[in-house]
């Protein structure tokens, strides 16, 4: 079958083949086009077939057309936080027809060994990094910068001013959770923190979610606030504690920092004869596939990863088109399911 070409299109949209690469390519520069002749350039395109040759596009623009991204694995087992940052991601860049090279990472000696190289072999036009910063990542990212090759990470706060970052709040995360339960007629929450962890996490949720409960005239008092000692996972003795205060009615809600602890919790509370949503409500955060699977699905605050990855991949692209993109802040949203009705 012979390919069709850029030739091809222009003559049956009587335009010229410049104005169809750039329509095609997404890269107007300068250029303006009316919407219509450009919806009816990409109607023709897709109708005959057509597939953009990447060398081609690649020898003419100086550019590579690939992105280098580079995660961390984050969220507890399950969460499915890695999978929605690449969907986000790989989902923007193939709307432009562009490839993605993968490098997972942890530490700082896996990040300089596995991912520095894959940058500096130029063989990309940017960086997007994700995940977790685990570390002081932005002396590396700096040293990729400098190098000239565009920057952009999707992390929950900016490394550094000169990288924009697709970030989210976590007192957000946790004044939108508290904002769902007040609005449940819920003033007796109780919140599960993990002190300590990466950036913060818990204590900065945990303060999001205190001062909107305050705000509402239903402050949350240090009895209600339990430390637990495994990351996001409550234990037994925990579990056990918040049985014996929802048979008390103590409390009317409980606020887990992830999916997988409001499971625990909510698994317990019925176990024990304890009814959810009707005695007490279970809210969780990652809106991950724990929440469907559970007996009573459960409600959750999601920190929107697919979506902050694809603004990622934007915030790239206008770096690499030579602008300055600056840092944005997504809001979180709750995902409303049976555990909070």
Do not use: W
């Not at 690469?21 to 086009?33: A, C, N």
């Not at 009573?296 to 690499?320: F, N």
């Amino acid at each position: 079958m012979t390919s069709v070409r850029i030739l091809d299109i222009a003559a049956e949209a009587g335009v010229s083949r410049s104005l169809v690469s750039k329509v095609l390519s997404g890269r107007m520069g300068t250029s303006t086009v009316r919407p219509e002749l450009a919806s009816r350039i990409r109607t023709i395109a897709q109708a005959r077939g057509f597939v953009p040759n990447a060398a081609a596009r690649s020898l003419h623009s100086g550019r590579q057309d690939a992105v280098a991204v580079f995660l961390s694995r984050h969220g507890t087992e399950g969460s499915a936080l890695v999978e929605r940052f690449l969907d986000g991601a790989a989902r923007e860049l193939s709307r432009t027809g562009r490839r993605m090279g993968l490098q997972f990472f942890h530490d700082e000696d896996e990040f300089r060994r596995e991912c520095l190289p894959l940058a500096f072999r130029a063989r990309v036009d940017g960086v997007l990094v994700g995940g977790m910063p685990y570390f002081d990542i932005a002396p590396a990212l700096l040293e990729v910068a400098g190098r000239g090759l565009p920057v952009a990470t999707v992390f929950g706060d900016p490394v550094a001013p000169a990288i924009p970052n697709a970030g989210v709040s976590q007192e957000a995360v946790g004044e939108v959770a508290a904002r769902h339960l007040l609005a449940r007629d819920c003033r007796r929450p109780l919140a599960l923190t993990s002190p300590g962890f990466s950036a913060r996490i818990g204590e900065r949720r945990l303060a999001g979610f205190r001062a909107a409960m305050e705000a509402a005239g239903a402050p949350v008092p240090e009895e209600r606030v339990v430390a637990i000692r495994r990351t996001y996972a409550p234990g037994q003795d925990v579990l056990e504690r918040i049985v014996a205060a929802a048979r008390r009615r103590e409390i009317d809600a409980v606020f887990c920092e992830s999916d997988r602890g409001a499971a625990l919790v909510l698994n317990a509370l019925v176990a024990a004869g304890v009814r959810v949503p009707g005695r007490v409500k279970v809210l969780g955060v990652d809106d991950s596939p724990y929440c469907t699977f559970a007996a009573v699905p459960i409600s959750s605050v999601s920190t929107r990863e697919k979506e902050r990855a694809a603004a990622g991949v934007r915030q790239l692209d206008e770096a690499i088109a030579g602008g300055a993109p600056d840092s944005l802040l997504q809001r979180p949203t709750v995902v409303a399911r049976e555990s909070t009705r």
